[in-house]
């Protein structure tokens, strides 16, 4: 895999978290693949129009990323797994989490977009 993939990859998923924070519906859309899914941290199913209609739920106040492995499925397909730590405000209350998580990106119409994601969440630091 290329390092510009990497990149591109990497700022696919800072460019989620900012969507996220700005509640930004068409940053998401262009991001997201028509078929994604995620299983969330609770364990639930979410289709793609649910992550879309959850924007505003939960702002994002920070967000820090450490890649842990790469693997290339196939040359338009490559899983990211990193360890997420996410500030969300909460009832205006900050609340920080830790999880490992894994993200398919897909190649699609010329760019990176994000297939599939599941989160663990970690015991607190």
Known sequence: MEEADRQAILDGEHALVAAQRDADRAAMERLLSPVFREIGQ????????DVL????ATPV???ALQPL???EASGDCVILLYESDVTR?????????RALRSSTWRREDGGWRLLFHQGTPLPPA
């Open 53 to 56: 209609d959850a924007l505003a």
């Open 69 to 71: 492995a790469w693997i």
């Open 42 to 49: 609770s364990g639930r199913l979410y289709a793609r129009g």
């Open 89 to 97: 405000l909460q009832d205006g209350r900050p609340q920080r989490r």
């Open 61 to 63: 106040a920070g967000f």
